[in-house]
């Protein structure tokens, strides 16, 4: 029996490079006329129906009726150090592990800081995205934190993109939030256009990660930022834009006004409060006329939900998981707000362009990363493969049919 988390093993015992995946169906996003993916060395060889490998050589085939491939998902806001920490040192949220990641069909992650950037630093959030890369997933961060200036490895946001490939943009710097360092207009004007350039020297998008509280002020600066400057809508993410309806509206007119992205949490502190879940955002910001493509999904898992009073004051906390993000999303294609397919980039493609890892995420493609998961009827992650690796198997592995050569296949 194979344990999930440990890789996947050929009959003579080496780890395989290359893999025949056979299901009932495959969404690429797209629905395709396949049910065969031949993954080698991490990447999607090849598409199809019968593929042809040559006999002899060293391909696992793996058989999985009834189940649905589809690109892994890819989570943009995890804590990956733990969060917490706004009721002193005994509330800082515990680190989070692979295996919480890839039980629900996530093979990709970017890791936060968020409000402690003092006991936790961008060096502690490297040391632990570099941990998840060593267990099988694919990882990175976000240079920064809750605080402008933000904290960096280097002592240089754009040194820090150009110099350290985890590093995607800065965040999650915190706006119209009590806890933030209340930054000044042309504060992050200037830590906006560092990240651009600093991602422009490094091949990457270089965006900003904003954590938008519930104050008053909401997307102003942000709205102020691209209304005045050449900054391009697609450096700037705004997250958490479902904390409030008057928070939401804004990000309808955020979007439209900027043909900007807009990331809802799939906030899980308050079970059966719909107006703020992720799937009534969604379903509201489809209403009002936002694109599918630039609405994305992600969880703030493993981050702190605290709780203040009037005077600000802390008086609780909870711990933030995944599971609902995966609970928010099948729940728009059950109750028909979005088709599979098409709600599959709000956690696949969309996401991989914001972070601009389309060249390598979020579809499932010839020369893409190897990243799948399998659903099955219920919308339920069944497997997860990461680089071709499988990471996470429902049933521990057993459930699936592994060959251990194409000549066995065909025997």
Same mark, same amino acid.
């Given at each position: 029996m194979m344990v999930a988390g440990e890789p996947e093993q050929t009959g003579n015992g080496s780890s395989a490079l290359i893999r025949l995946l056979r299901v009932d169906r495959i969404l690429t996003p797209a629905p395709v006329a396949a049910n065969e993916l031949l993954i080698a060395d991490g990447r999607v060889a090849a598409l199809g129906r019968d593929l042809p490998v *040559?006999?002899?050589? *060293?391909?696992?085939?793996?058989?999985?009726?009834?189940?649905?491939?589809? *690109?892994?998902?890819? !989570?943009? @806001?995890?804590?990956?150090?733990?969060?917490?920490? +706004?009721?002193?040192?005994?509330?800082?949220?515990? *680190?989070?592990t692979a295996a919480t990641v890839a039980a629900n069909g996530i093979g990709t992650v970017v890791g936060v800081l968020g409000t402690d950037g003092i006991s936790r630093t961008p060096a502690d959030l490297l040391a632990g995205v570099r941990g998840l890369q060593a267990a099988g997933l694919s990882a990175w961060m976000y240079t920064g934190s809750y605080r402008v200036p933000p904290p960096t490895l280097t002592g240089d946001i754009q040194r820090d993109l =150009?110099?350290?490939?985890? %590093?995607?943009?800065?965040? +999650?710097? =915190?706006?119209?939030?009590?806890?933030?360092?209340?930054?000044?207009? !042309?504060?992050?004007?200037?830590? %906006?256009?560092? =990240?651009?350039?600093?991602?422009?020297? =490094?091949?990457?998008?270089?965006?900003?990660?904003? @954590?938008?509280?519930?104050?008053?002020?909401?997307l102003a600066l942000l709205h102020e930022l691209l209304a005045s400057t050449e900054i391009p809508a697609d450096q700037v993410i705004p997250t958490h834009v479902n904390r409030r309806r008057g928070l939401l509206e804004e990000a309808v007119a955020f979007s439209l006004r900027h043909g900007a992205s807009v990331d809802v949490t799939a906030f899980d502190d308050a079970p059966g409060d719909d107006e703020h879940s992720a799937y009534h955002a969604v379903q509201y910001l489809l209403a009002a006329g936002v694109p599918a493509e630039r609405i994305t999904l992600s969880s703030d898992c493993n981050g702190s939900l605290p709780v203040f009073d009037e005077r600000g004051a802390y008086r609780g906390m909870r711990i933030a998981g995944n599971a609902t993000l995966l609970g928010d999303w099948q729940r728009l294609v059950r109750e028909g707000v979005l088709s599979l397919e098409a709600a599959l980039p709000l956690l696949g493609s969309n996401v991989a362009r914001v972070l601009g890892l389309e060249a390598r995420k979020g579809r499932l493609e010839p020369g893409l990363d190897a990243d799948i998961t399998l659903l099955d009827a219920e919308l339920s992650p069944q497997r997860t493969y990461v680089a071709g690796r499988c990471l996470y198997a429902a049933d521990r592995c057993e459930a699936v049919d592994v060959v251990a050569t194409f000549a066995d296949r065909n025997s």
């Open positions: *040559p006999t002899g050589w *060293p391909v696992e085939v793996i058989d999985a009726p009834g189940l649905t491939a589809v *690109p892994a998902f890819i !989570d943009q @806001h995890v804590h990956v150090t733990g969060g917490g920490g +706004e009721g002193g040192c005994g509330t800082r949220c515990p *680190p989070l =150009a110099w350290v490939p985890e %590093v995607l943009g800065v965040g +999650e710097i =915190a706006l119209s939030d009590h806890r933030s360092s209340q930054p000044r207009f !042309d504060e992050i004007a200037r830590l %906006v256009a560092d =990240a651009r350039v600093g991602g422009m020297l =490094a091949g990457k998008r270089g965006i900003c990660h904003f @954590h938008i509280g519930d104050g008053e002020r909401g």
